[in-house]
Structure formats: C-alpha cells, structure tokens
C-alpha cells in the first residue's frame, strides 16, 4: 500500500505564489509517475502537472509558465511551485502516484490540499 500527504494549500491573493509538497510512503517502485490533479465542486477532476521519476514532465496547457513541478526522489516527494495564481486556479488539488505490480498499472491519491486565490 501506498500513502500520500499533501501540504502546503491555503488562501492566497492573486497573483501570489504557493509551493504544494506531496509525500508518498509504503510500497514504492523505482519508476513511477507522481502528479497533481484539481478539483472544483461540480466539475471533473483535471490534470495540472506530472512527472517521472526520471524527471519527464507533463503540464495542463493552461498552467504551463505559471506551475513548476518538481521531485525529490530520495523523499519520495513532489513539489508544486504555483506562481501568478488567479481565482480560476481556486481547486482542491490532489497527488497522484502511478506504477506497475507486475504488468497491472495501480493509482494511489491522496486527500487532497484546498488552494484558495481571492481576487
């Protein structure tokens, strides 16, 4: 089993920055992908961001500029570096790890981190 701890969301101007950090914990193989995903009430959970853990990375169009992530592999952790945030960025934002037992692909998420932009 795998667990996941994000930290690090709360109430910002806009403009203003925020840095998430997810930890994982438990069962983790050597390569996985970890990311953040966000949510709002009513509406589909959404990529913001991924990466491997040979440092490939992934961005939602629309974040890309704005959001870095970024892993520190021996924490097993990733970080979320949000810059320039405005309200539509307002979301719960949760980790996600993927990997493979095997050849079976398993997800892990975690409870998730709310981010509030105020205008």
């Known amino acids: 089993q795998v667990q996941l701890v994000e930290s690090g969301g709360g109430l910002v101007q806009a403009g203003g920055s925020l840095r998430l950090s997810c930890a994982a914990s438990?069962?983790?193989?050597?390569?996985?992908?970890m990311g953040w995903y966000r949510q709002t009430p009513g509406k589909q959970r959404e990529l913001v961001a991924t990466?491997?853990?040979?440092?490939?990375?992934n961005y939602a169009a629309s974040m890309k500029g704005r959001f870095t992530i970024s892993r520190d592999n021996a924490k097993n952790t990733i970080y979320l570096q949000m810059n320039s945030l405005k309200p539509e960025d307002t979301a719960a934002y949760y980790c996600?790890?993927?990997?493979?037992?095997?050849?079976?692909?398993?997800?892990?998420w975690g409870q998730g981190t709310q981010v509030t932009v105020s205008s």
């Open positions: 990466i491997t853990s040979d440092g490939s990375t």
């Open positions: 996600k790890l993927a990997q493979r037992i095997g050849i079976q692909p398993i997800e892990y």
């Open positions: 438990g069962r983790i193989f050597s390569f996985n992908a």
